[in-house]
């Protein structure tokens, strides 16, 4: 598969902003994807961003995209408990086939 | 949006035996799944794609007669690690994609299992 690569840890104090980066190998990525995870249980899409779009904002959410240095971040405002997860970032290039997914951050917000 | 079932949610088996995953498209029919698989603080590994009606395409390096894929309709298919051993304890996931925009993956909730 591609190379999707994700730091493994962040911590941030409830409240803060968190910004979790991703970046991507693959030039002719056409979809790019942020999942949730949480303890033991499946993924839940948050958010896409097409390849040809350089920011998406969503309530608390906003993607940024460079497509030139092949680099996505998530970034979630006033970040709450209820946020600890691990994040994955996710690329493709077809529609709705094979996903090839970041390594994943885990986000422990602080109280 | 969609909904996607695993059963069991959770397993513990002898060495030896072998486990039967089902996953379940509740909202739309799909001719294709996906199977993953997830160790602890890691990726999703992506096992195999299911195709309804025809044989699993698996990926390099995932053994096709331990773990059998079977799409038995357009709303399941069946995951069956064949006599399991422990290294097989993982967390095994499936997911549908969607044919439409925005083409994401609805996943389900995922199989703890465990063998002993």
């Known amino acids: 598969g591609e190379d999707v690569e994700q730091s493994l840890f962040l911590s941030v104090r409830e409240g803060d902003s968190s910004v979790i980066n991703c970046t991507y190998t693959?030039?002719?990525?056409?979809?790019l994807y942020w999942y949730k995870q949480e303890p033991g249980a499946g993924l839940q899409l948050l958010t896409y961003i097409f390849s040809n779009m350089d920011m998406k904002q969503d309530q608390r959410l906003t993607v940024l995209l460079n497509k030139k240095d092949k680099h996505l971040s998530l970034r979630i405002a006033d970040t709450q408990t209820g946020d600890s997860a691990i994040y994955f970032c996710?690329?493709?290039?077809?529609?709705?086939?094979?996903?090839?997914f970041g390594t994943g951050t885990s986000l422990t917000v602080i109280p | 949006g969609a909904v996607v079932s695993q059963h069991p949610s959770r397993v513990i088996c002898k060495s030896g035996t072998s486990v039967k995953i089902e996953c379940r498209s509740l909202?739309?029919?799909?001719?294709?799944m996906f199977w993953y698989r997830q160790f602890p603080k890691q990726s999703l590994m992506l096992m195999a794609t299911s195709n309804e009606g025809s044989k699993a395409t698996y990926e390099q390096g995932v053994e096709k007669d331990k773990f059998l894929i079977n799409h038995a309709s357009l709303t399941l298919s069946t995951l069956t690690v064949t006599s399991a051993h422990p290294e097989d304890s993982s967390f095994y996931i499936c997911?549908?994609?969607?044919?439409?925009?925005?083409?994401?993956?609805?996943f389900g909730p995922g199989t703890r299992l465990t063998v002993t």
């Open positions: 996710a690329e493709s290039r077809d529609t709705g086939n094979q996903f090839y």
């Open positions: 909202d739309f029919q799909a001719t294709t």
């Open positions: 693959d030039s002719s990525s056409t979809y």
């Open positions: 997911s549908v994609p969607k044919r439409a925009f925005p083409y994401e993956q609805y």
